[in-house]
């Protein structure tokens, strides 16, 4: 190769520097709780948190009567939502997010499986429920699974036959990859649940995508217009979640598994949180369980509200909260002896 063919392909190669890798994906372990979960609020934030969670609690107080238990920022009434919906409709009360997931109908262990019509006319009563005490800025993150349906189909999504039972917006539709599944020699090996993003209005809705763009990535690989395109808070993640769910890993249960059937791990409640509500705010599960939505609602600053009807699961949700709270003080008196 001549000096001067030589010359000009080292400057190019000083000019057009390789383009920087993008990660694989990688599955979102679970733990007790997502490491900032365990932080405690800055001191004002947590002066106006408690003063506004106060003045919550006394307001539900005199609509659904004395909660099962309130504390920390962490609100559980027993009782059938359908009806403390209603009765919440009446007062100020307004929950800039709902997050949850009810029973599929399929005859799980805490279910009492009803007739197809039956299961969907419930589904429309606790729907139009929600949307009535949901602030105009707020939205409803719902999960639902599949129902055989007898001689049309063994898994029609719920979604597919309650889509006009909603007066909500559909947004969106959230893929979670849970990544370990059933395996099955007559079928696909599941292994991913929808997610279903409505807003109240159509337009004008709380979306914080700052609060969750994926950091690990900060420059895709792609260009627009011939020019890189990147974002130093990191990559809006996609409509496909990542993350394990709390049966999977090492001998098939994770540290947030508790006795609940249908529990989500906090990493995909949390990123639904903190994207669709702000500090302050009121995040309520009206199928409150094991209390996933609770922990995370807390842990990022906000204000949770739960009904659920059985009273084992009430149990579970406030010793789960409990032993959360209580790690959550004793990791931050250890980062307080580090940092003074």
Known sequence: MSGPARKFRRMKALRTPPLPQTRPAKQVPT????????????????????????????????????????????????????????????????????????????????????????????????????????????????????VDVEGRGKAVPLPYLMWNLSPFYLRQEVVWNYGAGVSSKRSFSPRNEKWLFYTRAVDSYTFNL???????????????????????????????????????????SSKERTSHPAQFPLALVDRIVRVSSNPCDIVMDPFSGSGSTGIAAVGSGRVFLGFELREDYCRLAIERFENYSALRKRNNSQLKIFNP
């Not at 020019?227 to 394990?244: H, M, Y």
């Open 210 to 252: 700052d609060d969750v763009r994926d950091p690990d990535v900060k420059y895709p690989n792609q260009k627009k217009n011939g020019k890189l395109r990147c974002n130093p808070l990191g990559k809006n993640p996609s409509d496909v979640w990542q993350i394990a769910k709390v049966t999977s890993g090492k001998n098939r």
């Open 31 to 146: 733990s007790l709780a997502p490491p900032h979960l365990l932080r405690a609020p800055e001191e004002m934030a947590a002066s106006d948190f408690e003063a506004r969670f106060k003045k919550y609690v006394s307001t539900l107080t005199d609509a659904l009567g004395a909660p099962t238990y309130a504390q920390n920022g962490f609100i559980l009434f027993k009782g059938d939502c359908v009806d403390l919906l209603a009765r919440l409709s009446q007062s100020t009360i307004r929950p800039e997010l709902t997050v949850t997931s009810p029973p599929y109908n399929i005859g799980k262990e805490y279910e009492k499986p009803l007739p197809l019509n039956d299961y969907l006319q419930w589904c429309s009563q606790w729907l139009k429920g929600i949307h009535a005490v949901t602030a105009d800025q707020g939205a409803l993150w719902l999960n639902l699974g599949y």
